[in-house]
């Protein structure tokens, strides 16, 4: 099995940046032949879908809240999947797990709080 760890998340001010990382380990052929996910939960709200990308192509898709200040990335010679947020506002405030789907794996999650 696939093990991921978050990591990158923290505090930030609302306009600005902070970038994820998702580090695999153990067996990584799912990582390298599936798309790799990220998600997100807010106090008191359901895991909602933020950004997606596939293996294959590296096409990208986003959650209509992040699309154009959120950026998924993957490096698979380094087994680690990343996501660059922008324009950070306070509705972007939840732990955000990375997610693989060829075996279902979550990480343990990574907090993201926004402030103004």
């Known amino acids: 099995q696939v093990q991921l760890v978050e990591s990158g998340g923290g505090v930030v001010q609302a306009g600005g940046s902070l970038r994820l990382s998702c580090a695999a380990s153990?067996?990584?052929?799912?990582?390298?032949?599936?798309?790799m996910a990220w998600f997100r939960q807010a106090p008191g709200k359901e895991r909602e879908f933020v950004a997606r990308?596939?293996?294959?192509?590296?096409?990208?898709t986003y959650a209509d809240s992040v699309k154009g200040r959120f950026a998924i990335s993957r490096d698979n010679a380094k087994n680690a999947v990343y996501l660059q947020m922008n324009n950070l506002t306070a509705e972007d405030t939840a732990v955000y797990y990375c997610?693989?789907?060829?075996?279902?794996?979550w990480g343990q999650g990574t907090q993201v709080t926004v402030s103004s």
């Open positions: 997610f693989e789907t060829g075996s279902s794996s």
């Open positions: 153990g067996s990584t052929f799912a990582f390298k032949r599936y798309s």
């Open positions: 990308i596939t293996w294959s192509n590296g096409s990208t």
